[in-house]
C-alpha cells in the first residue's frame, strides 16, 4: 500500500487502497517485457474469452495493407514479436498456464483463444474497405484452427451486412457471425448496455477486453458496460518522438503537418474536456522506471455498483 496520493508526471490519483506495482530495469520482467503497454496488451489478450474493438480500429489495424497481414487481437502476437521471444521464448506457453489456471477456477470459459469481436451499430462499409476484409475472418490460429471472430451490431446495421457479405465471400457465413443487439423500438442503435449480458448468455462470455478505439470505448463507458478500465500512460516522449520512431525516413514537411493538423485528428474520451468521470477509482497501476505506467480504474461506479 502507498500513501492516498500518487504522481505519475502531471497526473495525480487519490485513492484509500491503492497497489503499486514496480517493474525494475533488472527485473525478468521488465527484461521480457518491452514495456508496461506490452505487459498489459499480453495479459489482457490472453487473460479474456473476447477482445473488442470498433469499426475504425479493425479497419486500420486488422485489414491487409502494405504487404503485411492484419493485426489479430490474441496473445500469439506480440509474444511473437522478435524482442519479446529472444528475451522469453515460452511467453506465450506462461500465458496459456495462467489462463488455464483462471479456467479451472471458472472465470473464463473453456475456449482456447479469445474470440473477436468487431463493433459497428450501423452495420455502414469503410470508405475504402469493409468489415469483412479484417483478417479475424480468414486467419487461422498456430494449431490450424480457424478464429472465432463476430460482428455485434444493431439490427439495421445487420441487414446492411447480409446486403455486402456475398460480394466478399461471406454469404455462407454471415448469419452465423452477427450479434445483433437493439432496443425493441429502435432497430438503428446497438443496446450497449445490454451487451454483458447478451455475450454471457449466448456465448459463454465471461470476462471481454475492450480494445478501443476512443469513440465506441466512450459509448460502453457512458452505458455503464465497462467494469474495469486500463490506461497505459507514457511520460518523457513527445507525440513527435512517438512518431519519430515508427517513421524514421519522415520529412520535415511531413513532421510539420503532424503539428498542424494534430488538434484536429486528437479524439478525447468520456466528456470530450480532457477529465475522467469523478467515479472512476483508480486500484492499481503497474510502473517502469522508464516512462510508463498502466493504471486500472474500477468503473462499477459508471452503473451505480
Excluded at 46 to 62: I, K
Amino acid at each position: 500500500m502507498v500513501p492516498q496520493r500518487v504522481r505519475f508526471g502531471r497526473w495525480r490519483f487519490h485513492c484509500r487502497r491503492l497497489r503499486v506495482r514496480r517493474i525494475s530495469p533488472g527485473s525478468a520482467v521488465r527484461q521480457t517485457l518491452a514495456s508496461v503497454y506490452l505487459c498489459n496488451s499480453l495479459a489482457r489478450y490472453g487473460l479474456s474469452d473476447a477482445v473488442m474493438v470498433g469499426t475504425g480500429t479493425a479497419l486500420a489495424e486488422g485489414v491487409p495493407h502494405n504487404g503485411q497481414p492484419g493485426y489479430l487481437w490474441q496473445p500469439y502476437g506480440p509474444a511473437s514479436w522478435s524482442h519479446v521471444a529472444a528475451a522469453e521464448p515460452e511467453l506465450d506457453r506462461k500465458i496459456w498456464g495462467v489462463r488455464q489456471l483462471w479456467q479451472q477456477q471458472g472465470l473464463l470459459s473453456p475456449r482456447r483463444y479469445p474470440a473477436q469481436i468487431i463493433v459497428t451499430q450501423s452495420g455502414n462499409a469503410g470508405a475504402e474497405h469493409d468489415v469483412f476484409e479484417a483478417n479475424v475472418f480468414h486467419a487461422k490460429h498456430p494449431d490450424g484452427a480457424p478464429l472465432e471472430s463476430y460482428i455485434l451490431t444493431s439490427r439495421t446495421g445487420a441487414e446492411r451486412l447480409r446486403s455486402r457479405a456475398a460480394a466478399h465471400g461471406m454469404h455462407e457465413r454471415v448469419d452465423s457471425i452477427l450479434i445483433v443487439c437493439s432496443p425493441h423500438d429502435k432497430p438503428d442503435e446497438l443496446d450497449v448496455a445490454a451487451v454483458p449480458r447478451l455475450l454471457r448468455q449466448t456465448l459463454d462470455i465471461r470476462i471481454a477486453n475492450h480494445d478501443g478505439g476512443s469513440i465506441v470505448l466512450s459509448e460502453f463507458s457512458k452505458a455503464g458496460a465497462l467494469v474495469q478500465i486500463n490506461f497505459t500512460l507514457m511520460r518523457g516522449r513527445s507525440m513527435l518522438d512517438v512518431y519519430k520512431s515508427k517513421h524514421p525516413t519522415a520529412t520535415p514537411s511531413e513532421e510539420e503537418e503532424l503539428r498542424r493538423t494534430f488538434d484536429s485528428r486528437c479524439s478525447l474520451m468520456f466528456t470530450g474536456d480532457r477529465r475522467l468521470p469523478p467515479n472512476l477509482r483508480p486500484v492499481s497501476i503497474l510502473v517502469d522506471d522508464n516512462e510508463g505506467c498502466v493504471v486500472c480504474f474500477d468503473a462499477r461506479q459508471q452503473r451505480g455498483l
